[in-house]
């Protein structure tokens, strides 16, 4: 469709917790605004915005997805982009990515039971941008729906200011319609999902409530704003001009959050949901500009409007296997137009941009140009990822985007067919470019390849796009723990090799004392040979087997980290010494010297901070005990308790899992290294006797 300006295009983020009928809303208005001639289902696999195969496989939203509807508001035409976000917390970043590029939410909740985790987090992400929120409640065609006590509901847990703009005409089963309260009129459907409606006058038996509801929200609008305050107590009431503009300031404001309510499933309430988003969400114009810094990441407003520089962020990567890559865009400034040249600053480099398109899921549709505020995609750009800002290059500056999140959970992936490798690295790394909260790479001292995410999940189905995609099967096991080995006590080691064995000998001899340093990361070689005992040129091969021999561990085959070594006397033979005899003479020294050190194994501790609430605190820090954590302290922010301890990573491989069952969802966890600390004598000594045992069967 073709725009003039930002005045005609609204951008909704549709958020809120799974299985609130998000994406069936989505395909209902999709019908409703005549993009399809038919309702299409989660059930069915055909939504537009669940066209991930694992999204049909597994019936759920997992990445964002964007579609758009015409609609008009009898005048003008407009253009509402519509983001369906994914609603498990898992996916979180995915959401606030979503978010990040409208310009309002649309925070879905089951009318049966309006609290569910995943919306409190969508309003906390919404509050933390500033964003409007309009509240939607679902699944209205459901038995024993309360209406009031779901609207008191939203009040106690989001906002004092969580009122109804529409009311339900009839309730269960007979669910057909709402009353829209700023213009007093009824939207009555048929039940046959096309969600245009018949709009005629409310019923009679519902003009008490009306007047009730409408009065608490003019009340509400009027307190909003100082003139219409005063205009309020003059007149006694606000007239239609005065209610409309100063509700919809109201709301871009945030001093007031609008509730509206449908059954998709039957396409009710559809065509009233869309007339009170054109007439009461914010344009991109009349929304505050997105957040910039520039190249020197000072904060700028940018500049809008006609003949801005171009400005657009990266809100999205698609990586489909027919359609190939395509970047999803939202204008933030500016025209931008297809093929042009445009500017990453990021990258300090050009970035071409081709074809603009209109997107409906995955299927793009050719446009000239995307207007300021629009929200399309763009296929195969060169260099940029999600997150990276396109602009003019006269005008290079970086709009704000969430940072993923620390993964929370590691796994270690092992191809199933050997030679593999290769193929899961090109693959892995397309996946991390769709989902930038997903954290891949070699662990330099396991050599295990880890792919670490928000949960078990989010690795899982990375695992099967993996399989899905590019062939490629892995096996997924909990990562190796990086222990180390170290010394607790000075000691002399003595090495000494030699060997007759017809022609020319080996023969080479050493003596080292190894001391302890404090941290495994230190390590010292010192020369402390008077004279040529042995010769300069043998002293480096005595360091090089005894550092190789360090490396291969000498109580369960880690590396030993944190010693100083004093080379201090030796003997040498002038035909039969070489490097290589004084190389096993330096490991030879090593081990004897081990043997009397006081070796012991190290682990990595983490630090946990874990954020839950006071009702769950008890059973939280009982578990952190058993899994031998440390408390450090807790923190109150917001609603939220922050739980703070130190507990060894051996102990944390599958804690996402536990925590989510201990505290149904509602807590969430973010772990980074600590430093090393030695095991606990018991558990060394489990230890040593495994790695014996697999070194045996190896
Ligand atoms: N009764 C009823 N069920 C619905 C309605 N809308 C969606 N559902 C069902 O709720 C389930 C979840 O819907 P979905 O759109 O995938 O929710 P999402 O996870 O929020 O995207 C599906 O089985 C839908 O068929 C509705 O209006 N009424
Ligand atoms: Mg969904």
Same mark, same amino acid.
């Given at each position: 469709m073709q725009l003039e300006s930002s005045d005609q295009i609204r951008n909704l983020a549709v958020v809120g917790h799974n299985d609130t009928g998000k994406t069936t809303l989505l395909a209902g208005l999709l019908y409703t605004g005549g993009v399809f001639n038919r309702q299409n289902r989660v059930e069915d696999g055909n939504t537009v915005t669940d066209f991930d195969d694992e999204e049909i496989r597994r019936g759920i939203s997992i990445g964002l997805a964007v579609c758009y509807t015409p609609w008009s508001d009898g005048s003008d035409e407009h253009k509402l982009n519509l983001i369906d976000c994914p609603g498990s917390g898992i996916f979180v970043h995915e959401t606030s990515s979503g978010m990040r590029a409208a310009d309002a939410a649309l925070l879905c909740l089951n009318a049966a039971s309006p609290t569910q985790v995943m919306a409190e987090k969508a309003w906390e992400i919404a509050a933390g941008i500033d964003?409007?929120?309009?509240?939607?409640? *679902?699944?209205?065609?459901?038995?024993?729906?309360?209406?009031?006590?779901? #609207?008191?509901?939203?009040?106690?847990?989001?906002?004092?200011?969580?009122?109804?703009?529409?009311?339900?005409? %009839?309730?269960?089963?007979?669910?057909?319609?709402?009353?829209?309260?700023?213009?007093?009129?009824?939207?009555?459907?048929?039940?046959?999902? =096309?969600?245009?409606?018949?709009?005629?006058?409310?019923?009679?038996?519902?003009?008490?409530? #009306?007047?009730?509801?409408?009065?608490?929200?003019?009340?509400?609008?009027?307190?909003?704003?100082?003139?219409?305050?005063?205009?309020?107590?003059?007149?006694?009431?606000?007239?239609?001009?005065?209610?409309?503009?100063?509700?919809?300031?109201?709301?871009?404001?945030? =001093?007031?959050?609008?509730?509206?309510?449908?059954? =998709?499933?039957?396409?009710? !309430?559809?065509?009233?949901?869309?007339?009170?988003?054109?007439?009461?969400?914010?344009?991109?114009?009349?929304?505050?500009?997105m957040p910039a810094t520039d190249i020197g990441g000072e904060p700028v407003e940018i500049e809008r409007g006609d003949g801005a520089p171009v400005s657009a962020i990266v809100f999205k990567t698609l990586n489909?296997?027919?359609?190939?890559?395509?970047?999803?865009?939202?204008?933030?400034a500016g025209r931008m137009t297809s093929d042009t040249s445009y500017w990453n600053a990021r990258r300090e480099g050009a970035e071409r941009v081709g074809h603009l398109m209109h997107m409906q899921g995955k299927t793009g549709q050719d446009v000239p140009q995307l207007v300021e505020g629009d929200i399309g995609g763009v296929a195969k750009l060169k260099s940029s990822v999600t997150g990276d800002s396109i602009t003019s290059r006269e005008r290079p500056l970086h709009l704000g985007f969430p940072d993923p999140p620390v993964a929370a959970i590691s796994f270690a992936i092992e191809p199933k067919t050997k030679g593999d490798e290769e193929k899961i690295g090109e693959a892995v790394l397309r996946l991390v470019e769709e989902d930038p909260s997903l954290r891949a790479g070699r662990d330099p001292q396991t050599?295990?390849?880890?792919?670490?995410?928000?949960?078990?999940?989010?690795?899982?189905?990375?695992?099967?796009?993996?399989?899905?995609?590019?062939?490629?099967?892995?096996?997924?096991?909990?990562? +190796?723990?990086? &222990?180390?080995?170290?010394?607790?006590?000075?000691?002399?080691?003595?090495?000494?090799?030699?060997?007759?064995?017809?022609?020319?000998?080996?023969?080479?001899?050493?003596?080292?004392?190894?001391?302890?340093?404090? *941290?495994?990361?230190? &390590?010292?070689?010192?020369?402390?040979?008077?004279?040529?005992? #042995?010769?300069?040129?043998?002293?480096?091969?005595?360091?090089?087997?005894?550092?190789?021999?360090?490396?291969?561990?000498?109580?369960?085959?880690?590396?030993?980290?944190?010693?100083?070594?004093?080379?201090?006397? !030796? +003997? &040498?033979?002038?035909?039969?010494?070489?490097?290589?005899?004084? +190389?096993?003479?330096?490991?030879?020294?090593?081990?004897?010297?081990?043997?009397?050190?006081?070796? *012991?194994?190290?682990?990595?501790?983490?630090?946990?901070?874990?954020?839950?609430?006071?009702?769950?605190? %008890?059973?939280?820090?009982?578990?952190?005990?058993?899994?031998?954590?440390?408390?450090?302290?807790?923190?109150? +922010?917001?609603?939220?308790?922050?739980?703070?301890?130190?507990?060894?990573?051996?102990?944390?491989?599958?804690?996402?899992p536990a925590l989510r069952s201990m505290t149904q969802g509602r807590s969430s966890f973010t772990m980074t290294f600590s430093h090393y600390e030695e095991v606990p004598r018991q558990i060394q000594e489990k230890i040593i006797a495994e790695a014996k045992r697999a070194d045996e069967e190896s």
């Open positions: 964003q409007p929120v309009m509240l939607h409640l *679902t699944k209205m065609d459901r038995e024993n729906i309360d209406f009031e006590g779901c #609207i008191a509901e939203l009040q106690q847990n989001f906002d004092r200011m969580a009122l109804p703009v529409q009311i339900p005409i %009839g309730d269960g089963k007979d669910f057909i319609g709402v009353v829209d309260l700023v213009s007093r009129k009824a939207y009555v459907y048929d039940r046959d999902g =096309a969600g245009r409606s018949k709009v005629s006058a409310p019923p009679a038996e519902l003009e008490g409530q #009306i007047d009730e509801w409408r009065g608490k929200l003019t009340e509400a609008v009027a307190e909003s704003d100082d003139d219409l305050m005063e205009a309020y107590f003059d007149q006694g009431d606000l007239d239609q001009d005065q209610l409309v503009e100063g509700l919809k300031n109201a709301i871009r404001n945030r =001093a007031l959050f609008p509730v509206t309510m449908s059954s =998709a499933g039957h396409g009710i !309430g559809n065509s009233a949901l869309l007339d009170a988003v054109v007439k009461l969400l914010p344009s991109p114009a009349g929304s505050r500009p489909d296997p027919f359609t190939g890559r395509i970047s999803l865009l939202r204008v933030a050599g295990e390849f880890l792919l670490s995410g928000a949960g078990q999940l989010h690795v899982e189905i990375a695992v099967s796009k993996l399989k899905a995609r590019s062939k490629v099967e892995v096996i997924l096991h909990p990562p +190796k723990v990086p &222990y180390r080995e170290a010394i607790r006590r000075p000691a002399v080691g003595h090495g000494r090799h030699k060997k007759q064995s017809g022609g020319r000998g080996q023969f080479a001899d050493c003596t080292i004392t190894m001391e302890p340093v404090a *941290t495994p990361e230190d &390590y010292e070689f010192v020369d402390e040979i008077f004279g040529g005992s #042995i010769p300069q040129n043998y002293r480096p091969a005595v360091e090089k087997g005894l550092l190789e021999a360090a490396a291969r561990g000498y109580l369960a085959g880690y590396p030993v980290g944190n010693f100083r070594v004093r080379l201090q006397d !030796g +003997k &040498y033979h002038d035909v039969d010494s070489s490097e290589m005899a004084f +190389k096993v003479a330096g490991s030879l020294a090593f081990k004897d010297a081990m043997a009397k050190a006081a070796p *012991t194994l190290l682990e990595p501790v983490m630090q946990v901070d874990i954020s839950t609430t006071e009702d769950f605190m %008890g059973d939280i820090m009982s578990d952190l005990s058993s899994r031998r954590g440390r408390p450090q302290g807790m923190e109150a +922010k917001g609603n939220a308790q922050i739980v703070k301890a130190t507990v060894p990573m051996a102990e944390m491989l599958t804690y996402a």
